[in-house]
């Protein structure tokens, strides 16, 4: 007797819209899996989890039996139930289920990889839940960016401190945004980021949802200045003020001192502030080696997560990073790579970090066309005037809206091209004669930070995020 694994998992979207719950996959699985025969060993459950990430407890838990040999055949309800990305689907098929000797059936679609013709099957229908799942982003982007013109929040798990969401607004929080107030006060009065986190710890644990190592990203947050950030775009926002608009313009203003403080060459490590790991995307720090028989020390970045300290600092105790990576080995990449840029190569980054308008563009034209069908059947009198009308001033009315979002989009594209005109196009001219052994750290760090985003060191890799 096989011994299945029933997997069952729904969204918190999905639930309403598709309207099968886990009940109800749970009911028909258990049904389908007595009418074959096969012994339930285990019910895997992953509610209100995304189908477009493989991070799910229950789907984890699941690859942990079948690698223990626990599993013969793998059952879901639908396919998009084990995932809506074409890439993770043929990965959980090809590499743990038949690596493993198990079966996968979908229900629903009435196949199983015991066949060829399964097989062949599994991977149309995965093709058509990877579109539908590109359909569904892309009119939640469009759904974004009309709340943003609104001045409205959009929503979702991600709510700024401070605040809370009731009937798609932002509503104050009281107990939060004193808490809130109270950073944004601190800071003004020249506080550093460590202090205030360790003085919010102290003074009011238990009042807040936010980790004081993201207080520098709350300090830059502008909706705490009453404004909706879309992109590179910023609308007035209807939301009420927590803090005062002279309060933000004081921080503000030293954010922007700081600013330049860290790229005036006090460090004696050239890409101490945009170093981080790779592993669990905590800040690396510099320290010196001890010193060598010739009277040289070699120099180090260390994730703070691997030191443990300070703790506001740490993302994972258990982080997998080497203990320390030589910091010349490094920073000679860094500089190989930046050897090699060129207008031309930096440029097709910015390209490639273009909004794409296609899709716009696409039901923009598909309007066109229902409006001239419409105006065709009207001269043929096949439909009356009133309904010509009704139909004809909707759909002008959505392509106006489109319109709009495109011509914002291209508005925000052609921004980014001007800032590489503006700024990093002299830096990239500068490296081609620039002299790394002989300059300071601080004409070092001038030419990398309008370049540079941010570095990420692996164990085995150094990854380069270009400021595009």
Not at 114 to 132: C, D, I, N, P
Not at 176 to 183: D, K, L, S
Not at 377 to 400: C, F, G
Not at 413 to 433: S, T
């Amino acid at each position: 007797m096989k011994r299945a694994a029933l997997y069952e998992r729904v969204s918190t979207t999905a639930q309403a819209e598709e309207g099968y719950s886990i009940g109800a996959q749970i009911d028909r699985l258990t049904k389908f899996a007595e009418s074959k025969g096969y012994q339930v060993v285990n019910h895997y459950t992953d509610a209100g989890y995304t189908g477009s990430k493989l991070d799910r407890p229950g789907l984890k838990k699941m690859i942990q039996d079948i690698e223990h040999s626990k599993i013969d055949v793998v059952i879901v309800f639908k396919l998009d139930r084990l995932s809506r990305s074409q890439k993770d689907t043929l990965y959980l098929i090809d590499d743990v289920f038949l690596k493993n000797n198990v079966e996968f059936v979908s229900m629903s679609e009435s196949f199983d990889t015991s066949t060829a013709y399964g097989r062949a099957m599994l991977g149309l229908l995965s093709v058509f839940a990877q579109l539908e799942r590109e359909n569904i982003r892309e009119r939640i982007k469009m759904t974004f960016a009309e709340r943003a013109r609104k001045g409205l929040y959009h929503g979702g798990s991600s709510i700024p401190s401070g605040y809370y969401m009731e009937n798609g607004l932002l509503k104050v929080n009281e107990t939060e945004a004193f808490v809130v107030r109270r950073v944004f006060e601190l800071y003004a009065e020249g506080w550093s980021y460590e202090k205030i986190g360790d003085y919010i710890i102290e003074k009011y644990s238990g009042m807040f949802s936010f980790s004081p190592k993201s207080i520098v990203n709350m300090l830059k947050n502008s909706i705490f200045n009453q404004k909706i950030k879309y992109y590179d775009k910023e609308y007035q926002g209807i939301h009420e003020r927590i803090i005062s608009e002279e309060l933000w313009e004081k921080v503000q203003i030293r954010l922007k001192r700081n600013s330049k403080i860290v790229r005036s060459g006090r460090y004696t490590y050239l890409l101490t502030g945009i170093i981080y790991c790779a592993h669990c995307g905590a800040k690396m720090m510099a320290l010196n080696g001890p010193k060598l028989k010739n009277g040289h020390r070699h120099g180090y970045y260390q994730c703070y997560s691997k030191r443990g300290t300070p703790e506001y600092m740490v993302v994972d105790h258990n982080c997998p990073a080497k203990k320390t990576y030589r910091a010349d080995m490094i920073e000679s990449h860094v500089i190989d790579q930046l050897s090699k840029l060129t207008i031309e190569k930096f440029e097709e980054l910015v390209d490639a970090k273009q909004q794409d308008t296609s899709e716009i563009k696409t039901q923009i034209n598909k309007i066109d066309t229902q409006l001239n069908k419409l105006i065709e059947l009207y001269q043929i009198d096949s439909i009356p005037i009133e309904i010509l009308k009704t139909k004809t001033s909707k759909l002008s009315k959505e392509k106006s809206s489109l319109l709009k979002i495109l011509d914002e989009m291209n508005e925000s594209n052609q921004k980014k091209k001007d800032k590489l005109a503006l700024n990093q196009k002299e830096k990239i001219i500068e490296l081609k004669n620039f002299d790394w052994e002989n300059s300071s750290m601080e004409e070092k760090r001038e030419i990398i930070y309008p370049l540079i985003n941010k570095i990420e060191v692996s164990k085995t890799d150094i990854f380069i995020y270009w400021n595009v």
